[in-house]
């Protein structure tokens, strides 16, 4: 639960996968726990259908988790084009990686000896999740596994008092963040949630990060993770989640 600043295009794969997988465990530490379920997620595959191999599993698992895509099938831009169907506008792509290894005959500038030198090749692709596009066949949405119930604890005041407030706000996945960038809360569905109190506390955090965009309060939500900036954001945060709560009783 916190607000999530974009990353740096011009980094390596490695260096970015790495940040990502640092920053995941931070956020992962006790006594940080979220209170809701996740969404199953399955061995990543291509668009045609064959799973992915080596470091590309392991991290499009985690992207798959950290966004709440269902769909275990990932895809470039112009092979969703070439199925008919539309990248949504707004979606960010991740990276695939592509590894290899060759050998090359290379010559000795001072002997002029011939010897064969081991090459390797690591480049990144950018991929989207079907759940990103639009318009593809009923093959790429496998049907969920989930059994959706709606908890208990609803309340129509508190409804009401969210429903109220002009936030950007989108249910998808299983993480909970506001975004400055796109000036966006996303939220888990309800349905993932123990108990609609915890819902409602987890919007209420996400809320409280969204009044401080730069058109609203104004505070400074650039900060990286472990900062005594994002601490005091965090803070903030943490103070406006019981507000709706202590307001309604």
Not at 2 to 24: H, M, V
Not at 35 to 56: D, H, K, T
Not at 143 to 150: D, G, I, P, S, W
Request: glycine share 8%.
């Amino acid at each position: 639960m916190a607000y999530r600043k974009g990353q740096g295009s011009g980094l390596s794969p490695a260096t970015r996968i790495t940040q990502e997988i640092i920053a995941r465990l931070e956020a992962g530490t006790k006594p940080w726990i979220k209170p809701w379920r996740g969404v199953p997620v399955s061995r990543p595959l291509r668009a045609c259908g064959i799973p992915y191999r080596g470091m590309n599993v392991f991290w499009l698992w985690m992207v798959a988790d950290m966004c709440g895509y269902a769909s275990p099938f990932w895809m470039t831009y112009n092979q969703a084009k070439s199925l008919g169907a539309q990248v949504r506008k707004g979606e960010k792509s991740t990276i695939a990686i592509f590894y290899k290894s060759y050998t090359k005959e290379v010559e000795a500038p001072d002997t002029g000896e011939k010897t064969d030198e081991a090459r390797r090749v690591l480049k990144a692709y950018p991929v989207f999740n079907a759940d990103q596009v639009e318009g593809l066949p009923e093959r790429f949405h496998p049907a969920a596994t989930l059994e959706l119930v709606e908890p208990e604890g609803r309340e129509a005041d508190l409804d009401d008092f969210f429903a109220a407030i002009p936030v950007n706000l989108r249910h998808q996945g299983c993480e909970a963040y506001y975004e400055p960038s796109a000036d966006r809360v996303t939220m888990p569905p309800a349905s993932l949630f123990n108990g609609f109190d915890h819902y409602y506390a987890t919007l209420a955090h996400e809320l409280s990060h969204w009044t401080g965009h730069a058109s609203r309060l104004g505070r400074d939500l650039k900060n990286r993770f472990g900062t005594a900036a994002y601490a005091a954001e965090e803070l903030v945060a943490l103070s406006g989640q019981s507000a709706p709560c202590l307001t309604h009783h």
